[in-house]
């Protein structure tokens, strides 16, 4: 059964500091992982995708990494802003054929604090 | 292209009550899944649903649960006899196919006073 596990569960940093989420997940056979942001009382806005096949992926100030042989991803944003305080989710999706194809097993979520 | 839609934001039930929750996918997705985020918890799957299909319920509470998503219309989840446990987001989220990116809808707030 996949575990998805997020280190650190809160985080609060002062404005323009860089920063990393990491993301672990106990089975590697996995078809992609996807980072997500939820701000309060809101729904889920996808922000990168990475295939298995690709170990990462930049938008803008985000870059996400995977190792997938190690089960682990990394979310890196860079020069923080105030504007990028919520909860990120990371969600794991399993290989077609397996017990887990189609949903996506999350996270509980770091929640990040950037404080001017 | 409008975004996944769900209905009602918010709901309140009192204990005994039935809830139904609404989700419309994205034009063009044919695949839909329903997530529960609990208080304090993560979201977790619930159901994976094709047009009259239900691909995967390995996540839906053996009783009081259950998931359409009929050839016309919305994706309905519906939630027989509420208790105070079943308060929590429904968020719904569509593809055009299983192995495709999942966009989610703004959710569900039930609340079961």
């Known amino acids: 059964k996949q575990e998805v596990t997020q280190i650190p569960a809160a985080l609060s940093v002062p404005e323009g500091e860089n920063l990393v989420l990491n993301c672990s997940f106990t089975?590697?056979?996995?078809?992609?992982l996807q980072w997500f942001r939820q701000d309060p009382g809101k729904g889920l806005t996808s922000l990168l995708l990475?295939?298995?096949?690709?170990r990462e992926q930049t938008s803008g100030r985000l870059n996400a990494s995977l190792d997938k042989s190690s089960g682990r991803s990394t979310l890196y944003i860079a020069a923080s802003q105030p504007g990028d305080s919520a909860t990120y989710l990371c969600a794991v999706r399993g290989v077609a054929g397996g017990t887990s194809y189609g949903k996506l097993t999350f996270g509980q979520g770091t929640i990040l604090t950037v404080h001017p | 292209n409008a975004g996944v839609m769900q209905n009602p934001r918010h709901l309140v039930r009192r204990r005994g009550q039935e809830a139904r929750l609404r989700c419309s996918p994205m034009?063009?997705?044919?695949?839909v899944y329903w997530y529960r985020q609990l208080p304090e918890e993560g979201l977790k799957f619930m159901v994976y649903l094709q047009k009259e299909n239900i691909i995967d319920e390995s996540g839906m509470p053996k009783e009081r649960f259950s998931a359409e998503f009929p050839k016309e219309g919305p994706s309905i989840l519906r939630i027989q006899q509420v208790v105070r446990g079943d308060s929590a987001a429904y968020f719904c989220a569509s593809s055009k196919r299983g192995s495709e990116t999942q966009y989610f809808g703004p959710g569900t707030r039930l609340l079961v006073l």
């Open positions: 089975d590697s056979a996995i078809y992609n």
């Open positions: 990475i295939q298995s096949s690709q």
């Open positions: 034009k063009g997705h044919s695949h």
